[in-house]
């Protein structure tokens, strides 16, 4: 973060399978925040394929541990959909608490590589026209949701859908970023560095955060004032100017 310029960043947790390695993760990164208040926020793992009381007792104890949001989650590996109970509780909480959930979206068509779970697209659809107050965090710019916002009556129920950037190197071209912008604006979309995942695996050593900053700065044509926003202020705002 320091070689790279980031003052802050937020830590995502993992879609976890069982509720007690989520309450780990949380612990986890609630010692993080905890250390470096000024550098970390935390997100939740959550278990949203459990009952609804359980989801809620789990926003609860992560509520009481200082995280400030969800994520990231993953709807074919916590087998979870828009109408799940443990969905809607979460749903729900995040509505009161004005929390962000963070999705993870699989590329709706392109190359298939280990490990990879389906995400369809039509969840997230109906996720945001259940709470149209939700703030959603899709990953991976949506898996390409962000493409169909160019149907006006699907734009309407996606406009508190935000599409963060992560894993761009490996999936598309640098140009993505001007086509989302022309199609849903720069306010929707968030810097997401994936790391510790190396983004540049034939030249990359480790993992850093400055490979895909400079990119993104070089190569993505973007203006100083939608640099700023993709990078911090549209988080800020999502959080309220953390």
Not at 153 to 166: E, F, P, Q, T
Request: proline share 5%.
């Amino acid at each position: 973060m320091d070689v790279a310029g980031v003052a802050q960043t937020v830590l995502l947790g993992w879609y976890w399978q069982n509720e007690a390695t989520c309450f780990l993760q949380n612990q986890e990164i609630a010692k993080w925040v905890k250390h470096a208040p000024d550098r970390f926020i935390g997100f939740a793992s959550i278990h949203p394929g459990s009952s609804a009381e359980a989801v809620i007792k789990q926003c609860q104890e992560a509520e009481n541990l200082g995280l400030r949001g969800v994520g990231e989650l993953h709807t074919g590996v916590q087998c979870f959909n828009a109408s799940s109970p443990g969905w809607l509780a979460l749903a729900d909480w995040c509505c009161a608490q004005n929390w962000p959930i963070n999705l993870h979206a699989t590329e709706a068509a392109g190359h298939d590589h280990p490990g990879s779970v389906d995400t369809p697209l039509n969840d997230f659809v109906r996720m945001a026209r259940a709470h149209p107050q939700l703030k959603l965090i899709l990953a991976h710019w949506g898996g390409g949701l962000a493409f169909f916002e160019l149907n006006p009556r699907l734009r309407k129920s996606l406009r508190n859908v935000y599409y963060d950037c992560s894993a761009t190197p490996l999936l598309y071209e640098p140009s993505i970023f001007r086509r989302i912008i022309d199609i849903v604006g720069y306010q929707k979309i968030l810097y997401g560095s994936d790391f510790p995942l190396r983004l540049y695996p034939r030249r990359q050593k480790s993992p850093d955060y400055y490979s895909f900053l400079d990119a993104i700065r070089t190569d993505a044509a973007l203006s100083n004032q939608e640099y700023r926003a993709i990078t911090t202020e549209n988080m800020q705002d999502l959080l309220g100017n953390a």
